[in-house]
């Protein structure tokens, strides 16, 4: 690895192809799904080795139970499968695994593995993997708003402070860098909030094409830019020379 890159302590993507990856291959879009898992794989394993602090991953939007149920029945044992896979080797490697979402929207038995997988990763002193899952940033923020408002009915003074503190990655830092494979150049209803401030990389490449070498190019570009958080470049040499 270049050791004068500049490493992300979050980053979050939106891992996009997988459908049509298998479709380019003559598969069906389930085919595309389990060999992203690998790339998700590589992924977290390079984030471990790279030092990241948290890596945050797109797996299902609330939107996406508009796919196909055979597709959508597909997902779910995919994703019953990689924790059932991946739990011991999560630990391990000091991952802790978190998921943000409404994940009551699935079955109890997911449910209760991804509570089972929490509770086993939880005293990780590694990298923190967020797993986007029934999530969309829009729910998320309604979602924080409601929370406040149930605690503080009398609430006449809302700040932004009060309102982070009650997202669903309250107590982890904003992603520096959002990345997105397949093309596509939108951030879909992801961490909107979170985003605000955060240095966006897209690709064309699709996700299962995504591996080790790929996260290193983004992270390079990444580490080329200057982030002046609505500072002008003046201010931010000053901040950086005090």
């Known amino acids: 690895m270049n050791l004068e890159m500049v490493i992300p302590r979050h980053i979050a993507i939106v891992m996009d192809g997988n459908g049509r990856w298998a479709q380019q291959r003559k598969r069906p879009r389930l085919f595309g799904h389990h060999r992203g898992a690998e790339a998700v794989r590589t992924t977290v394993k390079t984030c471990g080795q790279l030092s990241v602090e948290c890596l945050t991953l797109f797996a299902f939007s609330s939107e996406n ?60 002193d590694g990298l923190l993997l967020q797993v986007a899952a ?15 408002l149930s605690r503080q009915p009398d609430l006449n003074e809302l700040t932004e402070t009060s309102l982070s503190k009650e997202l669903s990655t309250q107590g982890v830092p904003d992603p520096d860098l959002f990345i997105r494979t397949g093309g596509e150049r939108r951030i879909s209803n992801f961490l909107l909030w979170q985003l605000a401030y955060s240095e966006l990389y ?37 901040g950086l020379h005090a």
């Open 65 to 124: 139970w508009k796919r196909p149920e055979e597709e959508v029945d597909g997902l779910m044992s995919l994703l019953m499968t990689a924790l059932n896979r991946e739990a011991k080797g999560l630990v391990k490697h000091g991952v802790r695994l978190k998921f943000i979402g409404d994940i009551q929207g699935f079955s109890e038995k997911l449910q209760t593995k991804i509570k089972q997988v929490e509770e086993l990763t939880a005293g990780g």
């Open 134 to 148: 029934n999530y969309g940033g829009r729910w998320d923020i309604v979602e924080a708003a409601k929370a406040l």
């Open 202 to 238: 897209f690709t064309d490449l699709l996700w299962p094409d995504f591996d080790e070498q790929a996260l290193t190019e983004a992270i390079q570009d990444f580490s080329k830019r200057q982030r002046r958080f609505g500072m002008t470049g003046e201010q931010v040499k000053e």
